[in-house]
């Protein structure tokens, strides 16, 4: 099997931006001590109970039991189930002036809101980030505007890999009514939402509301696409939300099952605001949330792992083939490189929309991010800010000849003793974290998991007697990867 071509194809395409840039405006990126609340500039919380009149179980609070900072550049958002029975969780806004504790005016018209999430699956939990109208305290609702980013309530259908987004908004008449546009989106490849953080943004314009994941485009409503009846009132400032609540009786969801998991926790990485900005002609573009994991697409990535810059006027001309024996022989190609926090990383592709490259060994971990930009003949890059981790699972490809099979990775994390950025391994090094591998559920043994000897990738074998099903998962220092399967001869 040829493996040159995984340095130069990735495995996903971000939505293309034109004609301007990105300017991040606003952000939290959670990375503060153990157990430190949301920043008080930032975020407000809302209080009680019952999800206004949604007739929901949970009770909101401002406990550190519900909601904290882990130390570790996430904010996590807790649902807790007590001995009576009693739940209580946390739901938090950037608000609007003079409402709620602790209240900041922050709020956006027009723009990229995004946010990096691992989400909680469960009968009954119902986790959401979304936005309101900021007349909302004067308008009320459906008036002044929801905006729902993402929903998940695929446990109503048992479907871990289910997002829901909506707009609601009113009728053009006085009368009261809810009037709403949906649109779902199932995550590729068998992947769940529970098992990895994914990006969910909206992109809002004068008459135009766009939803992605993971930088692919799902659905664009406009005026045209409500009803005949509604209104759109989408062109205005809106707040942002973040909440886990849980459902009732009253509720579509329904109740968790006496015997369901608790606590379940909605874990956010960051929340960031974009406004599109004029740029110099030429000048290098990385568009939001465009720096991934070159194996998975996904924005987990590792020290040592290979990993892709989307934008616009990366690079004047495409560049591959930047390897030699294994080696990535050069960090600049074109005139092009990255920089990762002072550091120009060995690059493999460049080319005008994409460029790949090496994060090097020394990259800093979370809780802090590190900035990327790239700089070419047009000038240096906006800063695009990456959360690293030590281990970031994912696979460009597998085979089984038998029960023989051999998966080529990407994120295995330390192996034993240092290499320079850009060059291989030359023999065989295991991984520091010990790595657990399971299909269908089912654990499966792992013969070898490390550095791919001669490459600048990872490389983990494994045997498996079944029929090769569609999916694995692999757990590496507490991080998930999901990755298909496929035997000789399958296409």
Not at 194 to 207: I, N, Q, R, S, W
Not at 450 to 456: E, S
Request: charged residues 10%; glycine residues 12%; proline residues 7%.
């Amino acid at each position: 099997m040829r493996l040159t071509a995984l340095f130069v194809l990735s495995s996903i395409a971000l939505a293309a931006q034109t004609g301007t840039g990105w300017q991040l405006i606003w952000s939290d990126e959670f990375n503060a001590a153990t157990n430190t609340p949301p920043d008080p500039a930032k975020w407000n919380f809302d209080l009680g109970g019952g999800g206004w009149g949604n007739g929901e179980l949970e009770t909101y609070t401002d406990s550190a039991a519900n909601i904290f900072q882990d130390g570790h550049g996430h904010l996590v958002i807790r649902a807790i189930r007590d001995a009576s029975g009693n739940f209580t969780s946390a739901r938090i806004r950037t608000g609007v002036a003079n409402s709620g504790k602790g209240s900041v005016d922050l709020n956006w018209q027009y723009g990229r809101i995004e946010a990096r999430i691992k989400l909680p699956f469960g009968q009954g939990v119902w986790p959401a980030f979304w936005m309101l109208g900021n007349d909302f305290s004067t308008a009320s609702w459906p008036f002044c505007g929801e905006i729902d980013i993402l929903e998940n309530f695929g446990s109503k259908i048992d479907n871990a890999s289910l997002i829901h987004s909506t707009l609601h908004g009113p009728p053009q008449n006085s009368n009261f009514a809810n009037l709403g546009v949906s649109a779902d989106y199932t995550l590729q490849g068998g992947q769940k939402l529970t098992d990895d953080f994914h990006l969910f943004a909206v992109e809002t314009a004068p008459d135009s509301v766009t939803f992605s994941v993971d930088g692919l485009v799902y659905k664009t409503f406009t005026p045209a696409s409500l009803p005949a009846n509604a209104k759109w009132v989408f062109n205005k400032p809106f707040f942002i939300l973040l909440n886990l609540a849980i459902g009732g009786p009253k509720t579509f969801l329904g109740s968790p099952a006496a015997d369901a998991p608790f606590p379940q926790d909605m874990v956010i990485d960051y929340v960031r605001v974009y406004r599109q900005t004029p740029v110099a002609q030429s000048s290098p573009v990385i568009f939001p949330g465009g720096v991934v994991n070159a194996a998975s697409g996904l924005g987990s990535i590792a020290p040592g792992s290979l990993a892709t810059v989307y934008g616009q006027d990366l690079s004047g001309s495409v560049e591959g083939g930047l390897f030699a024996n294994g080696a990535f022989v050069t960090s600049s190609s074109a005139g092009v490189t990255v920089n990762v926090n002072g550091v120009n990383a060995p690059l493999t592709y460049v080319s005008p929309s994409q460029i790949n490259f090496q994060l090097p060994w020394e990259t800093q971990l979370a809780p802090d991010t590190v900035n990327i930009t790239v700089a070419n003949a047009g000038g240096v890059s906006n800063a695009e800010p990456v959360t690293i981790t030590s281990t970031a699972p994912s696979v460009f490809a597998t085979q089984c000849a038998g029960t023989n099979c051999t998966a080529w990775g990407n994120g295995f994390g330390r192996k034993g003793g240092p290499v320079p950025n850009g060059s291989p391994y030359t023999v065989a090094s295991a991984a520091t974290n010990s790595c657990a591998l399971s299909i269908a559920g089912a654990p499966v043994p792992v013969s070898y998991c490390g550095a791919a000897p001669g490459l600048v990738i990872d490389q983990l074998n494994f045997t498996y007697s079944g029929p090769v099903p569609a999916v694995a998962n692999l757990n590496i220092g507490g991080a998930v990867g999901t990755f298909q399967i496929r035997s000789i001869g399958q296409q």
